[in-house]
């Protein structure tokens, strides 16, 4: 059964660069056919979808989000990262990593303030 797990900062100062990592245990990100898929909640609302990436690297991203956001990976730690640039405090909430949207991390709080 695949595991997710997000880890990173839960504080970001305004304009710096958010960075998360997403370990994946139970199966392997090169896997063909799934999708590795970062979605956040803000405070009060709905899930947002932030971008993919797919087994073999490549990524799409949310057209609201995408002059800001990048997805890579690191197939020897089975990980894949988010980094999201020039943070406001509307970037604040839950941070989840998924599997096709099926399987899901815990999710992780991120706040930005200064």
């Known amino acids: 059964q695949v595991q997710l797990q997000e880890s990173g900062p839960g504080l970001v100062k305004p304009s710096q660069t958010l960075s998360l990592t997403c370990t994946v245990s139970?199966?392997?990100?090169?896997?063909?056919?799934?999708?590795w898929t970062w979605i956040r909640q803000p405070p009060g609302k709905g899930l947002e979808w932030i971008g993919n990436?797919?087994?073999?690297?490549?990524?799409i991203y949310s057209p609201s989000l995408r002059s800001r956001t990048s997805i890579s990976r690191d197939t020897s730690k089975n990980q894949f990262t988010l980094q999201l640039s020039s943070v406001t405090p509307e970037d604040t909430g839950v941070y989840y990593c998924a599997r096709d949207r099926v399987d899901w991390g815990q999710g992780t709080q991120v706040t930005v303030s200064s």
């Open positions: 990436m797919n087994n073999r690297g490549s990524t």
């Open positions: 139970g199966g392997s990100i090169t896997t063909n056919y799934y999708s």
